[in-house]
């Protein structure tokens, strides 16, 4: 199990490492990662994002520890390993953002207008919204029912989708009204919660 843990603390640490665009990026490497390594389903997958979402603190960093959390749960069925490793997943995928904070934190605000430094970014914005848009492909598929045996390709099985009608119209409510209306996700989860509860 100590493998696994520093296992864990690799991946995690790659994550943090390579995730730009903040908490939405990071799910498509978090998503890649355990899907790939068979330490969760994708239903699994789906619901740590939403507990992710729902709690207090950053996305990215909240997912790291409900993901740490659930593999070693799955690898061991032990609580105090769970708990181990959802620690190690919190602090590793935190660990570059910090280090790159403190050192390069002062060169950048002082180069941040440099041409360069824009033709990065200009590049990177465009990559970053890709990849947030190719997961959010993904998990509305999943949510429908395209799922494979890994879970990992949902875009590759779209005839096993299956339109629920609570779920088709909480999904095109929810969407309709945040990108129209000043509407907050967090009504749009807690809408979604209570339908589950009455529906399930």
């Given at each position: 199990?100590?493998?696994f843990?520093?296992l864990?603390?690799?991946?995690?640490?790659?994550?943090?490492?390579?995730?730009?665009?903040?908490?939405?990026?990071?799910?498509a490497?978090v998503?890649?990662?355990?899907?790939s390594?068979?330490?969760?389903?994708?239903?699994?997958?789906?619901?740590?994002?939403?507990?992710?979402?729902?709690?207090?603190?950053?996305?990215?960093?909240?997912?790291a520890?409900?993901?740490?959390?659930?593999?070693?749960?799955?690898?061991?069925?032990?609580?105090?390993?769970?708990f181990t490793?959802?620690?190690?997943?919190?602090?590793?995928?935190?660990?570059?953002?910090?280090?790159?904070?403190?050192f390069?934190?002062?060169?950048?605000?002082?180069?941040?207008?440099?041409?360069?430094?824009?033709?990065?970014?200009?590049?990177?914005?465009?990559?970053?919204?890709?990849?947030?848009?190719?997961?959010?492909?993904?998990m509305?598929l999943?949510?429908?029912?395209?799922?494979?045996?890994?879970?990992?390709k949902?875009?590759?099985?779209?005839?096993?989708?299956?339109?629920?009608?609570?779920?088709?119209?909480?999904?095109a409510?929810?969407?309709?009204?945040?990108?129209t209306?000043?509407?907050?996700?967090?009504?749009?989860?807690?809408i979604?919660?209570?339908?589950?509860?009455?529906?399930?």
């Open positions: 199990m100590i493998r843990i520093l864990v603390a690799s991946v995690f640490a790659k994550i943090g490492l390579f995730t730009l665009g903040g908490g939405l990026a990071i799910i490497l998503e890649q990662e355990t899907l390594r068979g330490w969760l389903s994708h239903s699994e997958f789906l619901d740590i994002l939403a507990i992710a979402q729902v709690t207090p603190g950053p996305m990215g960093v909240n997912a520890t409900f993901t740490g959390w659930r593999t070693a749960i799955n690898v061991s069925g032990s609580v105090g390993w769970a490793a959802s620690l190690v997943a919190t602090i590793s995928v935190v660990l570059a953002s910090v280090i790159g904070v403190i390069l934190g002062n060169w950048f605000e002082r180069n941040r207008e440099k041409t360069i430094v824009k033709t990065i970014f200009s590049i990177l914005r465009p990559v970053v919204a890709g990849v947030i848009f190719a997961v959010g492909v993904n509305v999943a949510v429908f029912g395209a799922e494979g045996i890994d879970g990992a949902c875009i590759y099985f779209l005839k096993n989708l299956k339109f629920e009608p609570i779920g088709l119209i909480a999904c409510g929810t969407f309709i009204l945040t990108v209306r000043r509407f907050s996700p967090l009504w749009g989860l807690l979604g919660a209570i339908l589950g509860l009455i529906f399930i």
